[in-house]
Nanobody
Framework: QVHLVESGGGLVQAGGSLRLSCAASGRTFGDYAMGWFRQAPGKDRDIVAAISRSGDNTYYADSVKGRFTVARDNAKNTVYLQMNSLKPEDTAVYYC?????????????????WGQGTQVTVSS
């Protein structure tokens, strides 16, 4: 089991930036591929970005490519999502996710563990 806690959400003007953090505990952080998902009201929970266990492979949804960057610091048991050039359509609850299975595609699609979510609201 791994416990995930997101932080860094808030209210920001369109065009601004936020940096989300996800702190992990309970298991060896380096054993987990990590992902970020988001869910807007009345919408499905969708993948935003993911990063492999070693940090050398990443995945981004088309809607955030060039604007968002995912990174991890295994020494701090933390994964980050740097969000730049934010748009109102980025407004959602953002969830951190983790999976111990080695393939990045697994955390992109069906991660085993979830954080509680943090609200990101982008005003126009």
């Amino acid at each position: 089991q791994v416990h995930l806690v997101e932080s860094g959400g808030g209210l920001v003007q369109a065009g601004g930036s936020l940096r989300l953090s996800c702190a992990a505990s309970g298991r060896t952080f380096g054993d987990y591929a990590m992902g970020w998902f988001r869910q807007a009201p009345g919408k499905d929970r969708d993948i935003v970005a993911a990063i492999s266990r070693s940090g050398d492979n990443t995945y981004y949804a088309d809607s955030v490519k060039g604007r968002f960057t995912v990174a991890r610091d295994n020494a701090k048991n933390t994964v980050y999502l740097q969000m730049n050039s934010l748009k109102p359509e980025d407004t959602a609850v953002y969830y951190c996710a983790a999976d111990q299975r080695p393939q990045l595609t697994i955390v992109v699609t069906t991660p085993d563990y979830w954080g509680q979510g943090t609200q990101v609201t982008v005003s126009s």
